[in-house]
């Protein structure tokens, strides 16, 4: 089936079977490799992206779901060599090691914090308590988060 | 003025992490190449059975179908995965075969494999195989395995593999005449490490050239090549193992395992690029599984609580077959369950047994978590007996620095010795305790508030690292004056770039901005390599870094005393300038018009040994058998950190993975030997909302004596100590009801049936 889509800022149109997930639609039709894989059942949020504003696990979703839908990935969160607030505050905090479960992390914190830009500590764990990380125990993730709350504040948490 | 760098020590933010949060990290999935077949792997759906015939006509004929491969193409012979840790004669007949031809003995073992143009294509070759299994009565536990209800191998007498014996001083005679014993049996539950990147291998052979690439190795990439070289029939140097960004190793991932061979094969067999990615449902009856181990065991004590012997037996569950590192947690439960105490009379047996589940391997502390558990556990229950307070009764037991170096347990029957190398024990214990605010905390043991009740424990640990015996590092003067660092170490999520860049620039004396690159992870790149385990990188890579960079600076002042016309001891390197004593100077990037490189190597046959305590506030609810974890404090000295920053995630990360250890994780099989946890919905997980409370704190004191970096591994630590605890504090809590925990995981549900037990019984 040919579907049209926009994946971060860009209109695509691409040939998927019916039965082909998001994921694997954009890691391997359109090469943004930066969305993981980690269950494929819905459980581990690494394949979080975000369709239409909201976090969405791609693995669980068809690609022809995303027909005439707005995606962005974590390739799309920073269009430029420099950081976001939210990417630069994970790695002062060190919220990262293996970094495989970290664009899912990001962009369900982007998600959030977009949303909802004073949320507290609780809150963040609530959302991301959807994401499994295997390496951080998680503290460092929901410091980084926390940090990152002001520049989405100030509008936006839009890359460097 | 000369610069002398300081990055060593410094917490530096890390340079993997520039990729990574942009989603521009390389995992092997990742990769994509022209004409590549993906393979998906059939695997058994009985746990003990013989085959009687698979039948892959149908799936030959499917659309897009490219092979389906059985044993049958394997050759006469069919190769199997041979132990890389203690490599025992004893062990060979138990050795996984890569296939399965006449019998299947776990839930997950290979029977075929299909090669389609798409993956989805090769699972559905996959589902249209036909096989018939003769099935057999399945070993589902340890305890059946010797009852010989069935034997795994039809050739072998019984189902043990191994009888491990840890023997120290003579605990017959310690025992004869001591004032106070006390027997109890604990256990640990089967789980697995879980790193979040499925394993994958991309393979592509080169017939002309006959040479092979295989994409997606970690962890100990010469040892794998050479399985592979062997088992391919082919040079060692005929083969290049490429190691992109890993997604989590924790000793599991990067292990040989059959598609190690599988994959490589069919990229031979079909003479096109072939790709395999796990599903998780496959990693989770596939990947080595680890922690299932039980322990009768026995203590001596004078009445004032000083340890006189410990003896007893542990059954460790290895599932179907001894794979590479498989016995490594068997050992470390017996040679140390004395941990940093004074035990010195010992006599541990530890039986290796078979079971019609997935073999096992090690996992971040193999054996250390489980036999910490073992003996803290025992401890609070003898401090108990004696009237002793918990805190007193490790201070009085713990090994004194006066005791260093302390020779611990031997090992038969290879006859395996251990030392513990430096360090003060009641330094980190007091730390932690003064962290965690005991003196106040204590005050809340067993009191019920809000319908919870309160309980705290501490414990002690060590944590070895460094396995020899060789690392290789090789460092290049490019041209333009940077230095490119090529390791023999592995990486696996753990930072390895940065801290290397580090460790490279202090000793170069140059910024760390001007280390060009770490490369890591390519057979490649370094004459040999040892890889990544044991909490090996850091003491063994870099200390190998620190004698290549000495070497390098040789190279770079004998070339310097060529042009400047001195001698090469007189020419001072510094501000990336050789400088002679007549003021005349030039720079590293003239030196370098051809690139000078030197190789270095580390040899070490001993270990570091970490150390430290945790302390854990739990609250019980006696209603659900929830526990809540209050606060956890670990503390852990390393020696010599290197970056507090890495050094931190690893021991509050590797915590809240021991939490999960304690309180949710297992790997559940039923009496047929079907794995009941084959998704992330049935195998818990420690999630962000789970944990919220814990506090790492890092000392460095007492370097290393036995490397010049005077560093020791430290990737471990985190996880040892937490079943302990964990369980300590439970008891601590429901003291009141006399509940004390002998089993993991304490998951509500068994946290109650305690209680209930504990009620019934007072009855």
């Not at chain 2, 322990?295 to 001596?300: D, G």
């Amino acid at each position: 089936m040919a579907i049209k889509f926009e994946v971060n800022g860009e209109p695509v149109e691409v040939e998927v079977e019916p039965r082909m997930s998001l994921a694997d639609c954009l890691r391997h039709k359109l090469r943004l490799t930066g969305t993981h894989v980690g269950c494929e059942h819905g459980v581990c949020g690494a394949c979080t992206v975000l369709v239409d504003g909201a976090a969405v696990r791609s693995c669980l979703m068809l690609a022809v779901q995303a027909d005439g839908a707005k995606v962005i990935t974590v390739e799309g969160l920073s269009r430029d060599e420099g950081l976001t607030p939210l990417q630069a505050s994970f790695r002062k905090h060190h919220a990262l090691q293996c970094g495989f479960c970290t664009p899912g992390m990001i962009t369900t914190a982007h998600a959030l914090l977009s949303e909802e830009p004073d949320c507290d500590a609780d809150r963040v764990r609530e959302v991301l308590s959807g994401n499994l990380c295997r390496c951080t125990g998680y503290i460092s993730i929901v410091e980084a988060v926390l940090d990152a709350r002001a520049a989405y504040q100030r509008g936006g948490g839009k890359g460097a | 003025m000369r610069t002398v760098n300081s990055f060593v020590g410094q917490p530096i933010e890390r340079l993997e992490d520039l990729r990574l949060v942009r989603g521009r990290g390389q995992f092997v999935d990742d990769l994509a190449r022209k004409d590549v077949l993906y393979a998906a792997v059939l695997r058994s759906s009985v746990a003990h059975g013989r085959i009687r015939s698979i039948d892959v006509s149908r799936a030959e004929k499917m659309p897009g179908v490219h092979a389906v491969i059985t044993a049958a193409d394997l050759g006469e012979k069919i190769p199997v995965v041979p132990m890389r840790l203690q490599p025992l004669p004893d062990f060979e007949p138990f050795a996984q075969p890569v296939m399965a031809r006449d019998k299947v003995r776990y839930v997950g073992e290979a029977l075929a494999m299909a090669l389609a143009d798409s993956p989805a294509l090769a699972e559905d070759a996959v589902g249209a195989i036909d096989v018939d299994i003769e099935p057999l009565p399945a070993v589902a536990n340890w305890q059946s395995a010797l009852n010989k209800h069935a034997l795994l191998f039809d050739d072998k007498p019984s189902n043990v593999s191994m009888l491990f014996r840890a023997v120290l001083g003579d605990a017959a005679a310690a025992f004869n005449d001591a004032p106070y014993m006390r027997r109890e049996r604990f256990s640990t539950q089967r789980h697995t490490a879980l790193p979040m990147e499925p394993r994958g291998v991309l393979a592509e052979w080169d017939a002309a050239r006959g040479r092979l690439t295989v994409s997606g190795a970690a962890k100990v990439l010469f040892a794998n090549r050479r399985i592979l070289a062997k088992q391919m029939g082919i040079a060692e140097d005929a083969i290049d193992m490429v190691e992109y960004d890993v997604g989590g190793g924790f000793g599991a991932r990067g292990e040989f395992y059959p598609e190690d061979f599988l994959i490589p094969f069919a990229a031979r067999h079909c003479g096109r690029p072939v790709k395999w990615t796990e599903d998780r449902r496959e990693h989770l009856m596939t990947i080595n599984h680890a922690r299932e181990a039980a322990c009768e065991v026995e203590i001596a004590c004078r009445r004032d609580g000083t340890i006189l012997g410990l003896r007893g037996h542990a059954f460790v569950d290895m599932g179907a077959y001894m794979r590479t590192n498989g016995a490594v947690g068997a050992r470390n439960i017996a040679q140390f369950m004395s941990g940093p105490y004074r035990i010195p009379n010992i006599d541990l047996d530890v039986s290796l047994l078979l079971t019609n589940k997935t073999p096992v391997g090690t996992y971040r502390g193999p054996g250390r978590f489980e036999t910490d558990f073992f003996r803290e556990r025992l401890f609070d229950m003898v401090a108990r007996d004696l009237g002793i307070d918990q805190v007193e009764f490790r201070r009085r037991n713990l090994v004194r620095e006066a005791e260093m170096p302390y020779t611990v347990a031997t090992i038969a029957p290879y006859e395996s010795k251990d030392e513990l190398d430096s360090g003060d024990y009641q330094v980190t214990l007091d730390r932690c305790l003064a962290e965690f605010g005991w003196a106040d905390k204590a005050k809340l043991k067993g009191r019920c508030i809000d319908g919870r009740y309160q309980g705290v424990a501490v414990v002690c640990f060590i944590e070895g690292g460094a396995a020899g015996p060789k690392e290789s590092a090789r460092l290049v003067l490019e041209s333009d004056g940077t230095v490119t660092v090529y390791m023999g170490s592995s990486g696996v999520g753990q930072g390895l770039e940065t801290a290397f860049a580090q460790i490279a620039a202090d000793a170069m004396e140059m910024p760390m901005e001007r280390i060009n690159r770490v490369l890591h992870g390519s057979t490649a790149y370094v004459s040999d390599g040892y890889g990544a385990y044991h909490s090996r990188s850091i003491v063994m890579g870099g200390s190998a870094l620190l004698d290549a960079a000495k070497k390098l600076r040789e190279l770079m002042r004998a070339e310097a005393a060529r042009r400047l016309n001195c001698g090469a001891d007189q020419v001072v390197l510094a501000d990336e300038r050789a400088k002679a004593p007549d003021g005349k100077s030039v720079s590293w990037a003239e030196l370098a018009s051809e690139p000078l490189a030197a190789e270095g190597a580390f040899h070490n046959h001993k270990h570091t040994w970490s150390y430290g305590a945790h302390a854990a506030h739990v609250a019980v609810d006696a209603k659900t058998g929830h526990v809540a974890l209050v606060d956890y404090v670990a503390v852990e000295n390393c020696g010599r950190m290197i970056n507090p920053l890495t050094l931190k995630g690893q021991l509050v990360g590797a915590a809240v993975q021991g939490l999960g250890g304690a309180f949710m994780e297992h790997l559940v099989y039923d009496d047929n030997g079907q794995l009941l946890t084959g998704s992330l919905a049935d195998y818990l997980v420690p999630t962000a909302s789970d944990f919220p409370n814990i506090r790492g704190f890092m000392m460095e004191s007492h370097p290393s004596p036995i490397n010049p970096l005077g560093a020791k591994g430290a990737g471990e630590g985190g996880i040892i100590s937490v079943g302990g605890v964990i369980a300590n504090a439970v008891a601590d809590a429901l003291s009141s009801f006399g509940v004390e925990p002998r089993d993991l995981p304490l998951t509500p549900g068994a946290v109650w049936q305690l209680l209930q037990n504990a009620r019934k019984a007072a009855e």
